[in-house]
């Protein structure tokens, strides 16, 4: 940072005054004189230097210096968990938001387009200096702007020699415009490709709720890395291909009949963008649900079935390494079973719900509570328990904290039609019921061997197969 200065006037003619301010570490400090409480402030940091270059985008964060295979230059950025004070300076942590937006202006050779979050609201040519100084190629300046609160790793520029197409979706919230924003050479297989993504809307729209962001529109970007959920410009480089990069995450061939960066990043439009974790420590918020919005969809389009083999095929993801929720105020992300075991947690709770008009009503009631504001682990948990009547709480603290699976102990008594049930490989504390899909008999079931008396349809349903479907535990 060269300077910053604080002005109550815009643009900066006057009654500016250059604010002190000293680095410690990787942080600026910034003494701000007294204002009135109310007023609206204006500063301005002026700074220069050579940002990180991400060496394994998105995973690696930082700037992405790429061509394209015309050999175009091919730009852009990723900086989830890094942080966005990688490359430009600010309140680099989830907690606080812009509330009324963002917006974003660059200057590129006037052969390229740059593209970022929101709508582009202006666009103009420099033919003759930039900085006072001559150039010899024009260059354009792009402004974009977004009207709704956003991340900070989420305001991101794609620079490159792109090509445009445009389509509307009828949802929610009205009209919603459709922009695809894809290389040339690339055009017709993104038209073919990009057809999945209406039905997706549709999909979300009905299970969470309108698209949080109309105000901005919905736009796919192809980008020089795989994939990101940029609010309203979802990073998109899975190929044109279906699966994840072209192979199936659950290991059933199910996750090869849609494209999973068009479903699982645009998910995050609801989980993640509009509703985002205070703490990085409970990016479950953001992962878990974003996860089983992949067996809703895979519902949506192939049935309950399909759904349900494409959920438990993700088991085979979970490594129980360490706890899903990471440690609090380091800027840490806990395990990255929040993806795999996250979902499967969420099965748990859909089974035990037993109701999937109450589990819809629990999932758009979190996208209109929270909607566009930051959370805890523990507002997301104290509303679900709410929702569903259930207590949950144990659930919440056996997989989001530890590592072990629960084990069902079962002994089935024919004759007598009664199950002897309890947990074991869990602490004292747990309780996860177990609820037949077709029955009203709900199995509190403790760590303390109990007996059931369940009717002979259900004695016939409780089979080692049908528990371990319904819910991620092992049973005995």
Same mark, same amino acid.
């Given at each position: 940072i ?26 600026y400090l ?26 394994k ?20 950025v990723?900086?989830q ?19 009324k ?34 150039i ?14 956003i ?42 490709q ?6 997706m809307?549709?999909c ?10 109309y105000?901005d529109?919905y ?21 044109y291909?279906?699966?994840?990069k ?11 009949k849609?494209d ?19 703490d990085l ?6 992962? *878990?649900?974003? %996860? &089983?919005?992949e067996?809703?969809? /895979? ?8 759904? =349900? +083999?494409?959920?438990?095929g993700?088991?085979?993801n ?16 806990? *395990?990255?079973? %929040? &993806?795999?075991?996250?979902?499967? /947690? ?8 037993? =109701? +999937?008009?109450l ?30 009547g259930f ?14 699976i ?6 089935l ?25 077709f ?38």
């Open positions: 060269d300077s910053i200065i604080l002005s109550s006037t815009y643009p900066l003619l006057k009654s500016c005054t250059l604010i002190p301010f000293f680095k410690k570490e990787g942080i910034i003494t701000l004189p007294n204002t009135n409480i109310g007023n609206k402030e204006i500063i301005r940091i002026y700074y220069h230097g050579k940002p990180k270059e991400a060496i985008p998105p995973w690696d964060g930082g700037w992405v210096w790429q061509k394209d295979s015309l050999g175009n230059p091919w730009v852009s990723s900086c968990g890094l942080g966005a004070s990688c490359w430009y300076p600010c309140k680099d942590l989830q907690s606080d938001e812009p509330d937006g963002a917006s974003l202006e660059v200057e590129v050779p006037d052969t390229l387009v740059c593209i970022s979050n929101g709508r582009e609201i202006n666009t103009s040519i420099n033919k003759g200096n930039i900085h006072g100084q001559p010899n190629n024009a260059l354009k300046l792009f402004k974009w702007e977004v009207k709704n609160p991340n900070n790793y989420d305001i991101i520029p794609y620079i490159g020699k792109y090509t445009n197409f445009t389509d509307t979706f009828m949802g929610e919230g009205g009209k919603l415009d459709l922009s695809y924003w894809v290389l040339p050479y690339n055009l017709d297989k993104a038209k073919k990009f057809t999945q993504v209406k039905p809307l549709q979300f729209e009905h299970w969470f709720g309108k698209y949080p962001f105000e529109s736009k796919l970007v192809e980008a020089p890395y795989l994939g990101m959920e940029h609010q309203s410009a979802v990073a998109y480089g899975n190929g291909q279906n699966g994840y072209g192979t199936d995450l659950s290991k059933t061939g199910l996750g090869l849609w999973f960066i068009i479903v699982h990043e645009s998910g995050h439009e609801w989980f993640g963008n509009s509703i985002t974790s205070k420590a409970d990016m479950w918020i953001h992962e *878990s649900f974003t %996860m &089983y919005s067996v809703l969809y /895979m519902q949506w389009i192939f049935g309950e079935e399909a759904a =349900n +083999d494409y959920c438990i993700l088991r085979q979970i490594q129980n390494d360490k706890p899903i929720i990471g440690p609090y105020g380091v800027n840490k992300e806990g *395990s990255g079973d %929040m &993806y795999y075991k996250g979902a499967n /947690m969420l099965h748990n709770i859909r089974h035990i719900i037993n =109701n +999937d008009s589990f819809r009503e629990m999932l758009r009631g979190l996208n209109t509570t929270f909607y566009h504001q930051t959370v805890t682990t523990k507002q997301i948990e104290d509303y679900m328990i709410a929702k569903s207590d949950l709480q144990p659930i919440f603290n056996h997989y989001l904290t530890t590592v072990s629960p084990h069902l102990k079962v002994k008594n024919i004759k007598q039609s009664t199950a002897s049930l309890y947990w074991t490989n869990c602490s004292d504390e747990f309780i996860m019921p177990i609820v037949i899909p029955s009203s008999n709900i199995l509190k079931i403790n760590t303390k061997n109990k007996i059931f008396n369940l009717s002979k349809q259900e004695m016939n349903w409780f089979t080692k197969k049908n528990l371990e479907r319904g819910y991620y535990i092992e049973v005995e």
